[in-house]
Structure formats: structure tokens, C-alpha cells
């Protein structure tokens, strides 16, 4: 469960990340992440992933979009 927060920290550190606000975020959830029971933890770790994943989505559709009209 740990696991998926130290990788992120991880990729936001390789990223070259200047600000530490989004690191930062992802710390402070840490503790709170621990309370939960194990399958707790992995439906939500689904959901952030999918969160995240639908908003890139979203993201490259309008950035496609944008380029089409052009």
C-alpha cells in the first residue's frame, strides 16, 4: 500500500519537479492511507489511478481538438 505513494514520489523526483506542493500532497496522505484495511486501500488506489488517468484522457482529446480546428 506504501508502495504506490513512494513510487509517485518517486516519478515526481525523476520528473525534475521544482515545486514540492504536489509531493507534498502526496505525503500527507500517507498517514491517513495507513488507517484504511488492505482492500480499502487497493479500491482506492484503483480509483486515484483511474482519476488520474481519465483526466490525461480528457486532457489529450482537447489538445487533439484544439489541433483539428487549426
Known amino acids: ?4 505513494e513512494n513510487n509517485m514520489l518517486e516519478w515526481l523526483i525523476k520528473q525534475g ?15 491517513n492511507m495507513k488507517q484504511l ?4 486501500m487497493l479500491f482506492l488506489r484503483s480509483q ?6 481519465d483526466e490525461i484522457i ?3 482529446n ?3 481538438h484544439l489541433q483539428l480546428q487549426v
Open 1 to 4: 500500500m506504501i508502495s504506490l
Open 48 to 53: 486515484f489511478q483511474n482519476l488520474v488517468t
Open 58 to 60: 480528457l486532457l489529450q
Open 17 to 31: 519537479e521544482e515545486n514540492y506542493e504536489d509531493l507534498n500532497f502526496f505525503r500527507s496522505l500517507v498517514p
Open 37 to 40: 484495511p488492505p482492500t480499502k
Open 62 to 64: 482537447n489538445l487533439l
